[in-house]
């Protein structure tokens, strides 16, 4: 048995989705704006560090403290687990797969990306969201260690949004990237019910602010991919 860590920002009151993890069965690492919640770690911080860099804190921190931690999870606060397996079933079938914890995998079983929705907010047309991308990931020890030179398991200076690319396209570069049908992280999107994009009233700033970043980020994105992602070597 290992312990399985979900290891996020968060900033929903409640901590959103955070309690249906841990009623699975999954320790929780925070990085927690607002008020406190029930997490086994909880670092408390006054602003969003951003995605990839909060979820490399905490990991790395992980990684340190649980000597029995192999696999950890990200994503946020409105995700929810895989409902039909436990995270040791799950992080067993994982470290058979890859061999050991030097890998990479997101469930798609959520299909809502295929959505004319989720392809207008996110600016893509062909193909699911979902499969490009690796928005709720699962990372073993082996990668959150030796991932980018050691620096962490994702690229910390994208802020919020083409983190998730780049994992994707890093990892399956490197023959360690696995999409599972079968399991699914659904993610509580607040335009997931309603296909109608304009008109929109109750638009959360989050959204306002990943918004922002997906347009700022996309050239770095774009010129990383042009020079291979440089930097996001292993460390041997």
């Not at 996110?122 to 980018?148: L, N, T």
């Amino acid at each position: 048995m290992s312990n399985v860590w979900l290891t996020i920002p968060s900033c929903r009151p409640g901590g959103g989705t955070i309690p249906a993890w841990r009623e699975r069965g999954y320790k929780i690492a925070v990085l927690r704006q607002n008020e406190p919640i029930e997490a086994d770690i909880q670092i408390r911080t006054g602003e969003y560090l951003g995605w990839a860099r909060s979820t490399n804190i905490l990991a790395k921190l992980v990684m340190q403290v649980d000597p029995l931690a192999m696999w950890c999870v990200s994503g946020g606060d409105d995700t929810l687990p895989e409902p039909n397996r436990t995270p040791d079933e799950i992080a067993a079938q994982l470290t058979a797969h890859f061999g050991g914890t030097f890998g990479v995998m997101q469930p798609t079983g959520d299909r809502w990306c295929d959505s004319d929705t989720s392809r207008a907010m996110f600016g893509q047309h062909r193909g699911a969201i979902i499969d490009r991308i690796a928005g709720s990931p699962w990372m073993g020890r082996e990668w959150i260690e030796r991932a980018y030179g050691g620096n962490g398991p994702m690229f910390a200076e994208h802020y919020h949004c083409w983190s998730d690319q780049e994992l994707c396209e890093v990892a399956e570069k490197m023959g360690v990237y696995w999409r599972r049908r079968d399991l699914t992280h659904r993610h509580n999107h607040w335009l997931r019910d309603n296909d109608n994009l304009t008109g929109r009233t109750d638009e959360p700033q989050s959204w306002r602010v990943a918004s922002e970043d997906y347009m700022r980020g996309r050239a770095l994105f774009e010129e990383r991919k042009r020079l291979n992602f440089p930097g996001s070597d292993p460390l041997l």
